[in-house]
């Protein structure tokens, strides 16, 4: 019997058999190597949707968004909103500027700048993964990010980085004007303590003076905390202790309970002479700013802008905290209606310890007049009513036609 016919189909057969397993093999490596370096779907991770794509933007011309926080009746107050999607990172003309005088900053002063502790590895890397995927998502045509071999391409500054080989934070340094504290529960006590950060823009304090503290003392004494608690203290201490705690109890509770997908932000504001991002105690700059200069010209007094944002990241459950500075000139509240005749109420009749807090006094002698003036030109003009009783915006943190400019 002849088996010759029979043995050639079966080699055949299995030589098929062979090349499909190894074609398919030959797939399933190469779909693994094309998306080996791919980053999770923070979006859908985190439960705050993607951003709606700029297609045309255009760095060159972008402008931030006129954020003008400014509140009357004017006291202590969070005034905490949703934070928008689409606004989480924002980029405007200053990006090339500001990303070359970070990278200087970082030079000069190293850790006051960036640090992370250990155990931040995690939180760190998460964030870096989802500036960027916000990047490529908000801002296709200026940044690109391949999964296959992990390179992220700036076409702005026309940068290439390999983020499996760099520090995550220098990651964000390098590429994004904006400044990240990183908050991480401590397993002991509950307290959300700052474990790693970059900061430029920190006015005050940096990152080697709060690293390492619980949430509580990253900020700055608040205005009427100090005056209360020792006013609480002469008369019970026991009862400064209930308070603390239960402040504490507050804060951590709340924490605990912020979800991934309930994003928050909010602004805080001050009047600068020129742009100052990073100021020290001691700084000529910084101790200028309890002197009034007699010669000083409206037109280099600026509106600083501190927008904040909140958020928890889905995987290591830390707590990031985003601030970015925006420097406006005080002339262009002339052109914003209302605004003039708002803020001048705040500089006059603001709480005292809250505006020394902000150390308006450097430069309210030469910002009231030009305030008034401009308020008398908008009545004038019948931008704003002569009865108007300055109170908070309904377009705040705005103003009326703002997004008609």
């Known amino acids: 019997m002849d088996v010759t016919p029979r043995m050639t189909i079966l080699n055949v057969a299995s030589f098929s058999a062979v090349c499909f397993c190894l074609a398919l093999a030959a797939y399933i490596c190469f ?143 390098d590429n994004i004007p904006e400044d990240f504290l990183i908050t991480l529960q401590d397993e002991k006590t509950g307290l959300y303590v700052l474990r790693a950060g970059v900061a430029c823009s920190a006015v005050g304090w940096n990152i080697s003076t709060k690293i390492g503290k619980p949430l509580h003392a990253i900020h700055d004494p608040v205005p009427d905390y100090k005056e209360k608690m020792e006013f609480s203290m002469d008369r019970c201490p026991s009862r400064l202790l209930i308070k603390i705690q239960i402040l504490i109890y507050s804060v951590c509770r709340y924490f605990s309970k912020m979800p991934c997908d309930k994003p928050i932000q909010r602004g805080s504001w001050s009047l600068e002479i020129g742009q100052p991002l990073f100021v020290q105690p001691g ?90 003036g401009w308020a008398r030109e908008q009545e004038e003009k019948g931008w704003v009513p002569k009865d108007w009783n300055e109170r908070t915006l309904d377009e705040d943190p705005y103003f009326p036609g703002w997004n008609k400019a």
């Open 283 to 372: 700084d000529e700059q910084f101790e200028s700013r309890n002197i009034q200069l007699n010669d000083l010209d409206i037109k280099d007094v600026y509106l600083r802008v501190d927008w904040q944002t909140l958020r928890r990241l889905p995987t290591s459950r830390a707590i990031v905290f985003s601030f970015k500075a925006l420097f406006t000139p005080v002339t262009d509240f002339r052109n914003e209606p209302y605004i003039p005749k708002l803020v001048a109420k705040v500089l006059r009749e603001g709480k005292k310890n809250l505006l020394d807090y902000k150390a308006t006094s450097h430069v309210e002698h030469c910002v009231l007049p030009a305030l008034d």
């Open 31 to 173: 779909r693994a190597f094309e998306s080996g370096r791919a980053l999770p779907d923070y979006f859908k991770l985190s439960g705050v949707p993607p951003p709606n794509p700029l297609l045309e933007f255009n760095i060159d011309k972008a402008k931030a968004r006129p954020y003008r926080p400014f509140r009357w009746a004017y006291h202590q107050h969070m005034s905490l909103k949703k934070m928008e999607p689409d606004w989480w990172l924002e980029l405007e003309s200053t990006y090339r500027k500001r990303i070359v005088q970070r990278k200087q900053l970082y030079a000069i002063h190293g850790k006051r700048i960036i640090d992370a502790m250990p155990g931040s590895e995690l939180a760190c890397k998460e964030l870096m993964e989802m500036v960027l995927q916000f990047l490529c998502a908000r801002y296709p045509k200026q940044f690109q990010y391949d999964s296959r071999t992990g390179i992220f391409h700036n076409n702005i500054l026309d940068t290439h980085l390999d983020i499996a080989t760099m520090k995550p934070l220098e990651v964000l340094l």
